[in-house]
């Protein structure tokens, strides 16, 4: 049914109303009208609204109805690839059926998540790696190419989703030859945009709608000017992805890929200058020589402080030498071929950023690097985005609501706002509708060892075997650290009778489908697993976390904050530190109840929640469970369910 767009969003949910005929089994929720009505609102006066909708409340539903009966141009981005083609695929044909079947709309990916066809030419006809695996993921991609019609890589399925092919079958800002390209008439990423910008409402992610907003990519930059509504989804993680998006970084990995180009094109069409090559070769294994400077297991740290090292110093200069050796003689090759030309571009750009972050003397800048097994990526992230932020938003004037169910601390909003440079935003709280006092209980266990005492791990593992066995398997165990998830995994894998599964032994995606499947299995995960992850039902009925996530105090991204809020004259741990944790520890709790039906127990191993006075941030920012010390109360509550 489609109806007039003036039509008030109360009557849209009503019993009787758009949605409920369109959506089997769909009923309105107060929560659920509130934050639609406020979303009208902002999108009527063009403001800016940041909502805390608690689990349950159907947030989906009460951003998509106003911003399509709005009769405007809609940008939704969402925190990750999963949930915005859920959000495209699933929840938006909903609503759309409902209110606006004609509305045009777009899911529009990163430049990395398409085909190219041109890299797919070149590098199919001379691969950088004669082995067998890369020979034949290239002769899969070759045969899925003529099949597509989007080009998008997630529908790629015969090869590993990390193979060491897509770099040479996807393009790159720098790799890209855009409009020289002999293939440009039938570049999908160029399709993708194309139907972006005749649609009414594209759907993004996060990532995507930064690398666009700070000019690092031109993947929808004609878009977001025109744009009269914005919606963040998982708005929570939006300050970090935000900093990074608005600093600087250089990656080993991008001098790869351009060398491994520069030798393809050396050999097809300049074999008459071995030169090339060998600088191209040279400046290959310094890059890959300066990685084996750092330790051998992925790290991160202060580059301010780590580029002092002897080693390092050395190894700087050894590719600073390698960058002007392949300037120099590339410089010579210059509009002999399309491909050379776009690769001196990339030259330059590259050794300008390396030079760049090795000034490390700039103040108001965090400088740090990260590894992994491979690569290394060296990073200038400005200590605070809400000046560069807020006036992003106030010049757009297009209406910016930002929505998770987890950024208010303590029922305050004011350290989000801060963070991006929104003071004036509109700000609502909506509780979850579940009825958490008689679905959950909540205990930190009595007598338990401080996080930093030795015997913790042994006395968290102990515990979680006594109530694993109580809630019969149906468990998540959260870590702050993979140290410690590992070290438990060993000590409980033999001693239960129950599947155990760990993070890190298959995918994310399918250790989630193992859990379901099984029924009873025991899950042991970190960081990833603490948020976007939905088991509903009777599968999980015990979430336990070893200890309150603050973030490591030699976090970059963290140091940077904290840096800031000295420079104001403010405490860092209570402005900075206590505030991520409690947003951190919010999305783990999130996990326990999904649905109305849902029942089980959170327990948190950390005395700190009772013996210290900030705990009290900690509990009152939970939901309101049933709460005990006492765990034999928690092995009855377990095993009556």
């Not at 490390?360 to 932020?389: C, M, N, V």
Request: charged content about 25%; hydrophobic content about 40%; proline content about 4%.
């Amino acid at each position: 049914m489609n109806i007039e767009l003036s039509d008030s969003i109360s009557k849209c949910f009503s019993e009787h109303g758009a949605l409920a005929q369109a959506i089997p089994g769909f009923k309105a929720r107060q929560a659920q009208l509130d934050m639609a009505t406020a979303v009208q609102g902002a999108i009527k006066d063009k403001a800016q609204l940041v909502v805390e909708a608690g689990t349950g409340t159907g947030k989906t539903f009460a951003y998509l109805a106003p911003a399509l009966l709005a009769g405007k141009k809609v940008i939704v981005s969402t925190g990750t690839k999963a949930l915005q083609e859920q959000l495209f695929h699933r929840d938006l044909p909903l609503v759309k059926k409902a209110l606006r079947p004609m509305m045009k709309t777009a899911l529009l990916k990163g430049r990395s998540n398409y085909l190219c066809i041109n890299r797919l030419e070149v590098n199919g006809q001379h691969p950088p790696y004669d082995d067998p695996s890369f020979i034949s993921d290239i002769s899969n991609v070759r045969k899925w190419s003529s099949e597509t019609d989007s080009g998008d890589i997630g529908e790629l399925t015969s090869i590993e989703e990390n193979s060491r092919v897509l770099p040479f079958v996807t393009s790159t800002v720098d790799n890209c030859l855009s409009k020289d390209c002999p293939n440009i008439a039938d570049c999908h990423v160029m399709n993708a945009r194309k139907k972006a910008l005749e649609a009414d409402l594209i759907v993004v992610n996060h990532h995507l709608f930064f690398a666009d907003l700070a000019l690092k990519d031109t993947g929808f930059g004609e878009l977001i000017p025109d744009t009269d509504v914005i919606i963040f989804d998982e708005a929570h993680q939006i300050p970090d992805i935000a900093s990074e998006y608005f600093g600087e970084h250089f990656s080993s990995r991008q001098v790869f890929e351009l060398c491994k180009d520069i030798q393809a094109e050396y050999q097809s069409q300049l074999r008459d200058m071995p030169q090339l090559n060998k600088a191209a070769m040279t400046l290959e294994k310094n890059i890959l020589d300066m990685r084996l400077v750092f330790a051998e297991d992925p790290e991160r740290g202060n580059w301010r402080d780590k580029s002092k090292s002897e080693d390092i110093v050395n190894a700087i200069q050894y590719v600073l030498k390698a960058f002007n050796f392949l300037y120099d003689v590339t410089k010579l090759a210059i509009s002999r071929t399309e491909t050379i030309d776009n690769c001196f571009e990339r030259l330059v750009q590259l050794k300008g950023k390396f030079e760049k972050v090795n000034q490390t003397q700039e103040s108001g800048y965090s400088y740090w690097f990260d590894t992994t097994k491979r690569h290394f990526t060296l990073h200038i992230t400005p200590l605070s985005i809400a000046d560069k932020f807020g006036a992003i938003v106030e010049e757009s004037k297009s209406t910016w609501v930002f929505t998770s169910a987890t950024v208010s601390v303590d029922d305050n909003f004011e350290h989000y706002t801060s963070l991006l440079g929104i003071p004036d935003a509109r700000t609502q709280i909506l509780g979850s509708p579940f009825d958490y006092n008689n679905q959950a209980m909540f205990c930190v266990p009595r007598y338990f060892p401080e996080p930093n005492d030795k015997a913790a791990v042994r006395a968290f593992s102990e515990l979680a075997l006594e109530l694993i066995e109580a809630s019969k398997g149906r468990a998540f165990l959260l870590f702050t650290s993979h140290r410690v998830m590992t070290l438990v995994a060993k000590m409980i894998e033999d001693e239960i009778k129950y599947p155990v599964l760990v993070q890190g032994t298959t995918s994310k995606r399918l250790l989630l489908e193992q859990f379901t499947k099984l029924k009873n299995a025991v899950l042991l995960g970190t960081g990833s697993f603490w948020e976007g992850v939905d088991v509903r039902g009777d599968m999980l009925s015990l979430v336990m976390i070893d200890k309150l996530p603050f973030a490591s105090p030699d976090e970059p991204l963290l140091q940077a904050r904290m840096e800031d809020c000295k420079l104001k004259g403010l405490e860092p741990f209570q402005h900075v530190q206590i505030p991520q944790a409690v947003i951190s520890l919010k999305q783990g709790v999130g996990r326990l109840i999904r649905d109305v039906t849902d029942k089980g127990v959170l327990v948190i191993c950390d005395p700190r929640l009772v013996t210290r006075q900030y705990g009290e941030v900690f509990m009152r920012s939970l939901p309101n469970m049933k709460r005990t010390r006492d765990l034999d109360k928690v092995k009855t509550f377990l095993k009556g369910l």
